[in-house]
């Protein structure tokens, strides 16, 4: 399982991206653990876009109830994650 975080600036666009890429089989802790770590970088900016990568992930493991609670968990982050963001699957 690898889960990277890649700070994106396009020509295209006028503001930083964050590229979230999840592979293999992948548990909430884990989501949860690169989501702070993220937030943890000093090129992390609040309101930054995001584009998350999940072609190659594997949840087949994941308790259906956990992926319910993913939400509340990362609103857990808002105050420091903003809210003023978009985010693309």
Known sequence: MTITSE???EDAISYPVIKMAV?????IPDLIAEYEQMLD???FRRNMNVIWDLTNIDIAKVELDDLRKL???LREYEQRRGQAYKVRW
């Open 7 to 9: 700070f994106l600036r």
């Open 41 to 43: 970088s000093e090129c």
């Open 23 to 27: 592979n293999g089989q992948v548990g």
């Open 71 to 73: 939400p509340m968990l």
